[in-house]
């Protein structure tokens, strides 16, 4: 099977227009926040959600808030839309049997969140990797939508890191992320996005050379190790390491923890 014969008769699920709003804001670096205001408050359930958040033990906070603007000026601008989004892609899929969606969307934030931190430390757009890294893996709830019974094998444990994309290929013919970048071009998603979502299980084969697609291999490796250690970045490709010119000393010296990454699991 084709990707293409794969989305025949495929119903897919609709992107939220404050979702799109949200995405457009990720790369304005002055956003006004009356935009994501108004973005938000067309949401009532994620507006109560966003107060929810801000009002928690998480933030240490004593006094409560009871608008929009001051939450999000206590939660910060970035993390409002990385939550808001993981919530609407959360609400916009029908649950898929055999997949522990609050482990799902968990493992999601902290792919994206290691693309950000990789593009960031390679000079990328650190917004754009962050927001391509969470949704590579939403091809996977597509896959379940029309073949329910392989889910359960690609989330079969041991899962060493890149073993749910041989196993996605072994029983589809294609991985997620090439799922992925289809709803991606289905919901205008800028090429970049695109071409990387679809190179990202095997980076050096795209042509042309996808720098995102690269960054999205190495989280999905990173991430796929429960705790990242020193080890971790010897096992890495090398040979995609050279292609993204990354100093591996620098990634050992500066390597987080993947669950450093999992707030939008809050908002589920």
Known sequence: MTVAEFFKDLTLPVMPEVAHDLIRSLNQEDVPLSHLCEAIAR?????VHLLRLAN???YGAHEKVGSIEAA????????VRALALASMFNDAFPVT???????FWRENQERGGMAQWLASGLGSDSQQAWLTGFMVRLGELLMGMKAPHCVAEFERQPS???????REVSLMGFTEGQVSAELARAWDFPDEMIRALDAAADPLAAQPFSRLGAVLH???LLAAVPTPSFDTVDELPADVLAALDVDPDWMRQ???????YVEASRLH
């Open 43 to 47: 949401d009532p359930a994620l507006a």
């Open 56 to 58: 928690s033990a998480h």
């Open 72 to 79: 999000i000026a206590r939660v910060g601008t970035a993390q």
């Open 97 to 103: 049997p055999g997949l522990d969606r609050q482990t």
């Open 160 to 166: 060493p890191p890149g073993a749910r994309w041989e």
């Open 218 to 220: 190495v989280a999905e």
């Open 254 to 260: 500066h390597l987080p923890q993947a669950q450093r």
